[in-house]
T-cell receptor, first 115, second 116 residues
């Protein structure tokens, strides 16, 4: 049972346009959401995050929107650049009383930005 | 963030053999995490490695298949034992850091394993 879903395995966007990557989650205990970017032959790198107390977080060209009632978040990249071509993973965690938090990952969306 | 070094970066192994993957972190951490990414799939947590105690394995993963060592606060190894082609995956070492708002995971570059 996938707790974090990314229903689009791939996405192609023209350079300069907006890329929108979507993510849905099922566990209402999640309260912190992250996006990771992964190039081939490299480990995932942290991109941007959002706490459940917010509905938007922006960092340069990257904005993450959170809709808690719909259990949905999205990553917007604008303008898209060819260097943004990578696999993007949505992830979620829940603050718990144990000494660490698990981070649950979605299956990823492969973004191709066409020059 | 943390600097995490993994080796080997890739390997091709014969079925029935074992491979040990090493992970070095540039700072002391209580817990280190091992993930697997099978082709076209998500990152799945294999186990959590605590220094000085046995690793905690997630459902579907067992110590006999994936023995883990954690001799100190900056180093861990994961062994993939008695390999079969189904073990072909990217294996990733990770540390988690709890920030003010939540927990973030930081990864090594991964080990791409192909079993033939």
């Amino acid at each position: 049972d996938q707790q974090v879903k990314q229903n689009s395995p791939s996405l192609s966007v023209q350079e300069g346009r907006i890329s929108i990557l979507n993510c849905d989650y099922t566990n209402s205990m999640f309260d912190y959401f992250l996006w990771y970017k992964k190039y081939p032959a490299e480990g995932p790198t942290f991109l941007i995050s959002i706490s459940s107390i917010k509905d938007k977080n922006e960092d340069g060209r990257f904005t993450v929107f959170l809709n808690k009632s719909a259990k949905h978040l999205s990553l917007h990249i604008v303008p898209s650049q060819p260097g943004d071509s990578a696999v993007y993973f949505c992830a979620a965690s829940a603050v718990r009383k144990t000494s660490y938090d698990k981070v649950i990952f979605g299956p990823g969306t492969s973004l191709s930005v066409i020059p | 963030s943390a600097v995490i070094s993994q080796k080997p970066s890739r390997d091709i192994c014969q079925r029935g053999t074992s491979l040990t993957i090493q992970c070095q972190v540039d700072s002391q951490v209580t817990m280190m995490f091992w993930y697997r990414q099978q082709p076209g799939q998500s990152l799945t947590l294999i186990a959590t490695a605590n220094q000085g105690s046995e690793a905690t394995y997630e459902s579907g993963f067992v110590i006999d298949k994936f023995p883990i060592s954690r001799p100190n606060l900056t180093f861990s190894t994961l062994t993939v034992s008695n390999m079969s082609p189904e073990d072909s995956s990217i294996y990733l070492c990770s540390v988690h850091r709890r920030g003010r708002e939540g927990t973030e995971a930081f990864f090594g570059q991964g080990t791409r394993l192909t079993v033939v």
